[in-house]
């Protein structure tokens, strides 16, 4: 393991770093309790803290404290019903805002399900943990701190996106870009800087996948198989959304058995993968035995009768092409009257280049000295997800007529594959492969600028879509943290952003002006012969 994280180009180093600055600014940016499901985790953990208990799917209650919360968060009027704020303004903060610890802000349950009960309990757990030492603190101030966990648990993601490339054999300007393709889904920094279990998932899948790779490329020894199962059993106790991850890699051991023959080598360390991973497994057994479902899901009233496949697929048809794209790559929690961050032609065209992409690398992937089956494998578990979550989604509907269960982060437990091999397409497409990291790099900080702007207009000010610069001070007005932690997060975040483009972007231009001298005196010899 440590020859593919030691040594890995400067550049590499650049894309983490404006990584894990951006997920630090967007733990302030992004309002609290705007978050995905952030109420549901947050409640969930400290249920957890106060009993030690994991109540059933459908039995954990959300707790009056968080719903309190939620309430004096600014995201809703003090009116009844609740109605959403239009934005979160200066002079607001100063009516509505409450420093108060969770504890004292209410004590009993309320009527509403807590969803995050689906789920297995290891995020829950580790958060809830952490309610002992930041149980003291004004309410917004502790889910910071859980906010900030987060951040830690994803945060290595662009380093293990290029690993990933290097195990495969890729060239420095793909192992470069592979690790920036990671800084290219704002959505992704969003959940990353939230309180959600998807972020367990996404760390310990992003070690899988590596595992996963490693495994692929020919390393059938036990202590690899043990080291992956744990992280496998890691994300199994994160969301059912590891199992497509487990599923592959056991896979791969069959497959890669086969092409070394080397049968009896890849069945023992299978067998000690299965074995390992079984330590997250058993919840999922469980939940068949006890439920007789491996994962019990959906909290809505069952329709009379259901709804035909026809109009079920129809629902789900209309709700995938209208919300995936935006879903995938930058909801920026702007969710709320049919608005979306950008306008959806956007996000569709971005998806429609990064499929294409995709296939253009698994067809040409003897071009970049690829093999076609370590290709195809890679990208099964992103492939399994996104038919599960389909036929899960058109089964819902069917028994409700809703058509939920659509979303772009779903995907994100194998991120750092889609984002490699998307990269080794495009490799494919651009005849220099040094401007690789210029092209994704580019992209990367131009979208991600772009989409905390876009957030900061959005969520603060005196109206929605205001101007981010007048806005600042509103956001400042909000956040958990003092104003100066927040300017410190700003200027580490452009800083960052300013070094990846330096990075990115010096080595291009002395290519091409370098390009350029040579050919003026090839011209010149030419002329003076």
């Given at each position: 393991?440590r020859?593919?994280?030691?040594?890995?180009?400067?550049?590499v180093?650049?894309?983490t770093?404006f990584f894990?600055?951006?997920l630090?600014?967007?733990?302030?940016?992004?309002?609290m309790?705007?978050?995905p499901?952030?109420a549901d985790h947050?409640?969930?953990a400290?249920?957890?803290?106060?009993?030690?208990?994991?109540?059933?799917?459908?039995?954990?209650?959300?707790?009056d404290?968080?719903i309190n919360?939620?309430?004096v968060?600014?995201?809703?009027w003090?009116?009844?019903p609740p109605v959403?704020r239009p934005?979160?303004?200066?002079?607001?903060?100063a009516e509505?805002?409450?420093?108060?610890p969770f504890?004292e802000l209410?004590?009993?349950?309320?009527?509403?399900?807590?969803?995050?009960?689906?789920h297995?309990?290891?995020y829950?757990m580790?958060?809830g943990?952490?309610?002992?030492?930041?149980?003291?603190l004004p309410w917004?101030?502790?889910?910071w701190?859980f906010r900030?966990?987060?951040v830690l648990l994803v945060w290595p993601?662009?380093l293990?996106?290029?690993a990933?490339?290097?195990r495969l054999?890729?060239?420095?300007p793909v192992?470069?870009?592979s690790?920036?393709a990671?800084?290219?889904v704002?959505q992704l920094?969003?959940?990353?800087?939230s309180?959600n279990?998807?972020n367990l998932l996404?760390?310990?899948?992003?070690?899988v996948?590596?595992?996963?790779?490693?495994?692929l490329t020919?390393d059938?020894r036990k202590?690899?198989a043990?080291?992956?199962?744990?992280?496998?059993?890691?994300?199994l106790?994160?969301?059912?959304w590891?199992?497509p991850l487990v599923?592959v890699?056991a896979l791969?051991?069959?497959v890669?058995g086969?092409?070394r023959?080397?049968?009896?080598?890849?069945?023992?360390?299978?067998?000690?993968y299965?074995?390992?991973?079984m330590?997250?497994?058993?919840?999922?057994?469980?939940?068949l035995l006890?439920y007789g479902?491996v994962?019990p899901?959906?909290?809505?009233?069952?329709l009379?009768e259901p709804?035909?496949?026809?109009e079920?697929?129809?629902?789900?048809s209309?709700?995938f092409l209208g919300t995936?794209?935006?879903r995938?790559w930058?909801t920026?929690?702007?969710?709320?009257?049919?608005e979306?961050?950008?306008?959806l032609?956007?996000?569709t065209?971005?998806?429609?280049?990064?499929a294409v992409?995709l296939?253009?690398?698994?067809?040409?992937s003897r071009?970049?000295?690829?093999?076609?089956?370590?290709?195809?494998?890679?990208?099964?578990p992103?492939?399994?997800s996104?038919?599960?979550?389909v036929?899960?989604a058109t089964?819902?509907?069917?028994?409700?007529?809703i058509p939920?269960g659509?979303?772009g982060?779903y995907?994100?437990?194998?991120i750092?594959v889609?984002?490699v091999?998307?990269v080794l397409?495009?490799s494919?497409?651009v005849?220099?492969?040094?401007?690789?990291p210029?092209i994704?790099?580019g992209f990367?900080v131009?979208?991600?600028v772009?989409?905390v702007?876009?957030a900061?207009?959005?969520?603060y000010g005196?109206a929605r879509?205001?101007?981010?610069v007048?806005?600042?001070?509103?956001?400042?007005a909000?956040?958990?943290?003092?104003?100066a932690v927040?300017?410190a997060f700003l200027v580490a975040?452009?800083?960052?952003?300013?070094?990846?483009l330096?990075?990115v972007?010096?080595p291009?231009?002395r290519t091409?002006?370098?390009?350029?001298?040579?050919?003026?005196?090839?011209r010149h010899?030419?002329?003076?012969?």
């Amino acid at each position: 393991m440590r020859p593919l994280l030691r040594g890995l180009p400067r550049t590499v180093w650049a894309a983490t770093a404006f990584f894990g600055a951006s997920l630090l600014f967007w733990t302030v940016t992004i309002p609290m309790f705007r978050g995905p499901d952030e109420a549901d985790h947050v409640s969930a953990a400290l249920s957890w803290a106060d009993g030690h208990e994991w109540p059933g799917y459908m039995e954990m209650p959300l707790l009056d404290s968080v719903i309190n919360a939620r309430m004096v968060s600014g995201f809703h009027w003090y009116t009844d019903p609740p109605v959403l704020r239009p934005s979160l303004a200066a002079a607001d903060a100063a009516e509505v805002r409450v420093s108060m610890p969770f504890d004292e802000l209410g004590e009993g349950d309320s009527r509403q399900v807590n969803k995050a009960a689906q789920h297995p309990p290891l995020y829950s757990m580790i958060v809830g943990s952490m309610h002992a030492a930041t149980g003291g603190l004004p309410w917004d101030g502790e889910m910071w701190f859980f906010r900030l966990l987060s951040v830690l648990l994803v945060w290595p993601l662009p380093l293990l996106a290029a690993a990933i490339a290097r195990r495969l054999g890729a060239s420095r300007p793909v192992v470069i870009a592979s690790a920036l393709a990671v800084c290219a889904v704002p959505q992704l920094g969003v959940v990353g800087g939230s309180v959600n279990n998807d972020n367990l998932l996404n760390g310990a899948g992003a070690w899988v996948m590596l595992g996963l790779v490693v495994i692929l490329t020919g390393d059938l020894r036990k202590r690899t198989a043990a080291w992956v199962g744990l992280a496998s059993a890691v994300a199994l106790l994160a969301k059912a959304w590891a199992l497509p991850l487990v599923a592959v890699v056991a896979l791969a051991y069959v497959v890669e058995g086969e092409r070394r023959r080397e049968r009896r080598k890849a069945a023992s360390s299978l067998a000690v993968y299965c074995g390992v991973s079984m330590l997250g497994g058993w919840w999922w057994i469980r939940n068949l035995l006890v439920y007789g479902s491996v994962q019990p899901s959906g909290h809505s009233l069952p329709l009379p009768e259901p709804l035909p496949l026809g109009e079920s697929v129809k629902r789900v048809s209309e709700r995938f092409l209208g919300t995936f794209p935006s879903r995938f790559w930058a909801t920026l929690s702007i969710k709320t009257g049919g608005e979306n961050a950008y306008p959806l032609w956007i996000p569709t065209v971005l998806i429609l280049v990064l499929a294409v992409l995709l296939v253009i690398a698994f067809v040409r992937s003897r071009w970049v000295g690829m093999n076609p089956s370590t290709l195809a494998l890679v990208l099964v578990p992103t492939l399994l997800s996104l038919v599960i979550m389909v036929v899960e989604a058109t089964r819902f509907t069917m028994r409700t007529g809703i058509p939920s269960g659509i979303q772009g982060r779903y995907l994100y437990g194998s991120i750092t594959v889609i984002g490699v091999v998307a990269v080794l397409g495009l490799s494919t497409v651009v005849r220099r492969s040094e401007l690789l990291p210029a092209i994704v790099g580019g992209f990367a900080v131009a979208f991600t600028v772009a989409s905390v702007l876009r957030a900061i207009s959005f969520h603060y000010g005196e109206a929605r879509w205001s101007n981010p610069v007048t806005a600042f001070p509103d956001l400042l007005a909000w956040s958990p943290v003092p104003s100066a932690v927040v300017i410190a997060f700003l200027v580490a975040f452009l800083g960052c952003a300013v070094w990846v483009l330096w990075a990115v972007l010096s080595p291009t231009v002395r290519t091409v002006h370098g390009a350029g001298v040579r050919q003026g005196i090839a011209r010149h010899r030419s002329g003076v012969t």
